[in-house]
Structures are given as C-alpha cells and as structure tokens.
C-alpha cells in the first residue's frame, strides 16, 4: 500500500509539474504553448498524409447513409436544418465505388445550421487495408 502511494504521489508530481508550465505558457499566448508543446519529451511531430475517397450513398437500393431524425421545422429550413444521419460509408483507393475498399466511415452527421448548409460530422475513420 505504502509503495502504490508513493507511485501516486509521484505520478501526481509529474502531472502537476508539467501542468505548470502549460499554464504559464497559456497566460503568455499561443507562441509560448506552442514553444512549451515542443520541449514535451513525448511531442515529436510526426506526419501521416491519408488518401482516400469517401463514398456517401443517400438514395438507391444499397444506401450507406440514412436520415434518422429531423426537426418539426426541417421542412420549412432552406437549409435543412435538423436531419440526423447515421452511416457506415465505404473508403476506397480510388473514386470509383468499385475500387479497392481501405476502410469505412461510422458516424453521423447533422445539419445543424439555420442559416447556410452547415454539416456536423463525427466519424470513426476504421482502417481495415492500405499502407
Ligand atoms: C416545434 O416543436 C416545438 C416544441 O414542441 C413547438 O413549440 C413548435 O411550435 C413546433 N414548431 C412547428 C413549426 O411545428
């Protein structure tokens, strides 16, 4: 017990000792985070480029995408305001549908603005090919 507290204690020095200077640098600006971001031991850049096509099918015999809710005020919205869809759309190599299938896109998306066409989208990108 004795050795899981001082564990405790010492990872709490640690998270308290680089919580510190992130709050100084956060009263200081965002060149002052950005130069604390890069002194973290664990920061090291690294850059993955992601190629791939999203195929989102709203109508036809196999949709990927359906609407499962919308707002009393929808279908008066010039905008659509209020649709939720849910989908489960297919990511290829290529832009033909036909091509090679890298992985899908689970989410949803809302239209969620009253004003001009404004999606929300939140998606699980599963990668189940491709380098
Ligand atoms: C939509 O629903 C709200 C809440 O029930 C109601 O106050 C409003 O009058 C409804 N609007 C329309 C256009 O039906």
Not at 19 to 31: I, N
Not at 55 to 61: C, F, P, Q, R, V
Not at 111 to 124: K, Q, V
């Amino acid at each position: 017990m004795a050795k899981l507290s001082i564990i405790f204690i010492l990872c709490s020095v640690v998270i308290v000792s680089s919580a510190v200077p992130a709050a100084e640098a956060l009263k200081k600006g965002p060149k002052a985070v950005e130069k604390w971001f890069k002194k973290l031991p664990q920061a090291k850049e690294k850059l993955n480029k992601l190629h791939f096509y999203f195929h989102d099918t709203i109508s036809g015999k196999n949709p990927t995408a359906v609407k499962v809710a919308e707002s009393n005020i929808t279908s008066q919205s010039p905008t659509f305001f209020g649709i939720v869809s849910i989908a489960d759309d297919p990511l290829t190599v290529g832009p033909e549908p036909d091509s090679k299938i890298v992985g899908r896109a689970q989410g949803m998306y809302c239209l969620a603005s009253l004003e001009e066409l404004g999606l929300l989208m939140t998606f699980n990108f599963v990668f189940s090919d491709g380098e």
